[in-house]
């Protein structure tokens, strides 16, 4: 298992994003405010962010040699350790990065890994974190074991090379193999798990990360599973079994997504969302109050289809929608206008999801009555199709 360090909780670090033919100025500005807010999960503050225009990355630096030298000179007689870039980097970019800037150099996928990393409780996590952090560094091996041995400690060093440094790649692949059979045994056990829970139906919470569904899951499931401010609070599937009118079904709660997820990461937690893959139904959990929400809402489209999980029944949940308000209305906007704008927000979306909408504030407590009608009704829709002559063995 891959040994763990003490956070650097006073990392600081600078952060870099391309704006390219297929990222525009705006949407590179959105997603350093993500990698902002990773870079505070992983323990580090974002003291600076820089952008590039150019037309495609370089393919030595990734950025040019002029906006590198700025970024030195602003580097230079501060205490800043960590440069991190939005897109991922090759282990030559890595390497010649960090030749000219001095300090350790990570990409958007390097800080995932290292949340992951340290996130990680249980043996299937640990394992599944650790098969992605070797497969991500295999082809890197050039640049990321000298990058290690060189620069131990802090964020996007919780991996492979921090005990040692393994230049020979067979021993990585070897190691890659040992991680996927262990892997595949510990799938074998949740399997075998999710076989013995019998008929019930199954309801997963899905959902782009920190959006609330841990939150939810707690006040459905009357449990305390974790939940905080924090992006990938939940890396372990949790379920619990829940009964509403008499009427009881299993709830998950999964790993939230991200855009430009690790493709290592979703392949090595891919046994973990088999929650969702195996769910009769999913709530899709939406934050209405977060002002990229749409572009949120089509990565958990993307990445269910990739789970080819996307054809599911689906309960659309906007959550949040007293930040939304607050964020939205003026004080002084008169209350019909604040109800014609709220009731076109819901009759936009109750059409795009097909009448599957239902809009609450989790933290509030607010409108979970109707949310709860909503989900019985369609659990007993299905357990009615599913077991025509047993349905009085439910409820």
């Not at 949407?27 to 820089?50: I, N, P, S, W």
């Not at 950025?63 to 602003?74: S, V």
């Not at 501060?78 to 990409?107: H, M, P, R, W, Y």
């Amino acid at each position: 298992m891959l040994e763990k360090k003490k956070k650097w909780h006073e990392e600081k670090a600078i952060l870099v994003g391309l704006i390219h033919k297929d990222q525009t100025e705006q949407q590179v500005k959105e997603y350093l405010e993500e990698l902002a807010f990773l870079a505070e999960t992983a323990g580090a503050t974002a003291v600076k962010r820089f952008a590039q225009k150019l037309p495609h990355p370089d393919s030595r630096t990734f950025i040019g040699k002029g906006k590198l030298e700025e970024i030195k000179r602003y580097i230079d007689g501060k205490d800043i350790q960590t440069a991190i870039f939005d897109d991922e980097l090759s282990g030559s970019q890595i390497t010649n990065i960090e030749k000219i800037l001095d300090v350790k150099v990570i990409d958007r996928s390097d800080l995932i890994l290292d949340i992951f990393a340290s996130r990680a409780k249980t043996a299937q996590a640990k394992t599944q974190v650790e098969l992605a952090q070797y497969q991500y560094v295999l082809p890197r091996l050039r640049g990321m074991w000298s990058h290690l041995e060189r620069l131990g400690g802090g964020i996007g060093t919780r991996g492979p090379g921090e005990t040692e440094i393994e230049t020979d790649r067979r021993i990585v692949r070897d190691k890659i193999s040992l991680l996927k059979k262990r892997l595949s045994e510990i799938d074998k056990q949740a399997s075998v798990q999710r076989k013995d829970r019998g008929e019930f139906i199954r309801v997963a919470l899905v959902g782009y990360t920190n959006v609330g569904k841990s939150t939810i899951m707690n006040i459905l499931s009357k449990s305390d599973v974790f939940a905080e401010n924090k992006l990938f609070a939940t890396l372990d599937t949790t379920t619990r079994k829940v009964v509403f009118d008499r009427t009881p079904f299993l709830l998950s709660d999964t790993v939230g997504f991200i855009r430009k997820l690790p493709h290592h990461l979703v392949e090595s937690f891919k046994s973990t969302l088999d929650e969702v893959r195996e769910a009769d139904i999913l709530l899709h959990v939406v934050d209405i109050s977060h002002p990229n929400y749409e572009e949120q809402l089509g990565v958990v489209h993307k990445t269910l289809e990739e789970l080819n999980a996307h054809n599911k029944p689906t309960i659309t949940i906007f959550n949040k929608m007293d930040l939304y308000e607050q964020h939205t209305f003026d004080p002084w906007l008169e209350e019909s206008v604040r109800e014609e704008m709220l009731k076109d927000l819901r009759e936009r979306w109750e059409f795009e999801t097909h009448g599957g909408a239902v809009f609450i504030a989790a933290i509030e407590k607010r409108n979970i009555e109707q949310l709860r009608s909503v989900i019985l009704s369609k659990v007993k829709e299905l357990y009615r199709a599913r077991y025509p002559y047993k349905t009085e063995h439910f409820y």
